[in-house]
């Protein structure tokens, strides 16, 4: 057997259900757009996910060779969703803060691991190193929709990935890549905030799953206007692959795997809805003041979220002035909606 098959192997083993390989050429297409955006100053705090750096490997590993590319699908079906769903005034947890986290976490350094072991340098690579879509595209395991998210044939958007660079030198999966989506825009017109403004044009400033990302916690205030978009799921967003047609056919692997949810600190209930009451709780005592801050949006944004007023009047927190300003743009929003002058 090759070094790429027992690589392809160990990875299949630890849990991988998609395997890659490409060259650790730099990414031209996605260096070039990325420039671009640097030199019109368009990509704010969003620089440290998105920028031209990432699409050089070498910037990762000198000497790499080749970039290694494993995916798990994390569409699961979890003993939490049998429970009834709750109809009242509730918030919701994106599937990836629920499901994501129960597959095996640590496969991008297991790999990495395997292959020092056998002498060679290799380095399991986050999303700050590397871009990941790139590198699963072009070696021909995905293709992009028009959300800019990658598809796999087999699990649709619904797939963690994991990199590692290497300076062995494997052989390449790469492949031209496909138009998968048509005529269809559903993910354009679906799009709560207008992060997706065309196809293929993404703007990470305005996307839910960026701005509630707990990696991401200096996005600054967020303005009215896009508040009032942003919904009330909790954690993230995934609006653009919910309705994507691609995605429907994917069915839900059962597991009885368990994981603490948890999100910017905070343990929450293993469950898709969140009742207001249970929300309101939580915010009480000694919490994150950015989960404060986006628990308040979720509220404001809530029918029927009346309940939550004490506890919006009494909150604040010294170090951060925004949850005062979102508490106070919350409770403007609830007292609209019951018809009242502010």
Known sequence: MSLTSDVREYA????????????????????DAVTELENADKLGTASKYINSPMADA???????????????PYKLKVPGDDLPEYDGPHVSLSRYWRHARRVFVNLGESIAEYLQKRGFEAKAVGHRGISHKP?????????????????????GSWVWWFVVVTEADLECTDAAGEDICGKCDRCIKACPTEAISAPYRFDLLRCRTYLSHSSQQDVGEIADSLKEKMGTCLGGCEVCQDVCPLNRTVEPIK?????????YG???????????????ELLEG????????????????????????????????????????YADWAIAKIKRGRGERI
């Open 135 to 155: 590198a699963v595209v072009r070696a021909g395991v995905a293709n992009y929709g028009k959300n800019t998210i990658a598809y796999t044939k087999e699990f």
């Open 12 to 31: 299949e083993s630890c849990g991988a259900e998609i395997f890659g390989v490409t060259s650790a050429d730099p990414f031209v297409d996605y260096r």
């Open 58 to 72: 070498r910037n990762v590993l000198s000497s790499a060779r080749s970039i290694i590319v494993a995916g798990v």
């Open 255 to 263: 597991t009885n795997t368990s994981f603490d949810v948890s999100w």
């Open 266 to 280: 905070v343990p929450l209930p293993d469950r898709e809805r969140l009742p207001l009451s249970d929300l309101i």
């Open 286 to 325: 000694e919490r994150s003041h950015y989960f404060k801050r986006y628990a308040t949006i979720c509220i404001g944004n809530l029918e029927g979220a009346d309940d939550a007023l004490p506890v919006l009047t009494r909150m604040h927190d010294p170090e951060d002035e925004l949850v005062r300003k």
